[in-house]
């Protein structure tokens, strides 16, 4: 099976910086269109930044300039680099990817979500 894990979370001041990273794991062929979302309490999840398989990027109007996703094909692991953080940045942040996969001889495919961390900008 599929299995993506974020790490990077935690605490930072208005103004820092953290940098996210989440790695997809198992019989993977290959990761079509990576992503971040986040979901602050009581608010819907929203698409903060994502990177197709080529490299292509987008940015939520919100965090375009401060924030940058990049990608490791041969690591399977996305990145989210935020810079500026602001109080309005505090949430859970998941990583979504789209995985093909190879399960009883057979190649399948879906898009998959890690478990999300948590980023809190507070000073």
């Known amino acids: 099976q599929v299995q993506l894990v974020e790490s990077g979370g935690g605490l930072v001041q208005p103004g820092g910086s953290l940098r996210l990273s989440c790695a997809a794991s198992?019989?993977?062929?290959?990761?079509?269109?990576m992503g971040w979302y986040r979901q602050a309490p009581g608010e819907q999840r929203e698409l903060v930044a994502s990177?197709?398989?080529?490299?292509?990027?987008n940015y939520a109007d919100s965090v375009s300039g401060r924030f940058t996703i990049s990608r490791d094909n041969a690591k399977n692991t996305v990145y989210l680099e935020m810079d500026s953080l602001k109080p309005e940045d505090t949430a859970v942040y998941y990583c979504?990817?789209?995985?093909?996969?190879?399960?009883?001889?057979?190649?399948?495919?879906?898009?998959?979500w890690g478990q999300g961390t948590q980023v809190t900008v507070s000073s």
């Open positions: 979504n990817a789209f995985i093909t996969y190879i399960r009883d001889f057979w190649s399948h495919n879906g898009a998959y």
């Open positions: 990177i197709s398989g080529g490299g292509a990027t």
């Open positions: 198992g019989t993977i062929i290959k990761i079509d269109d």
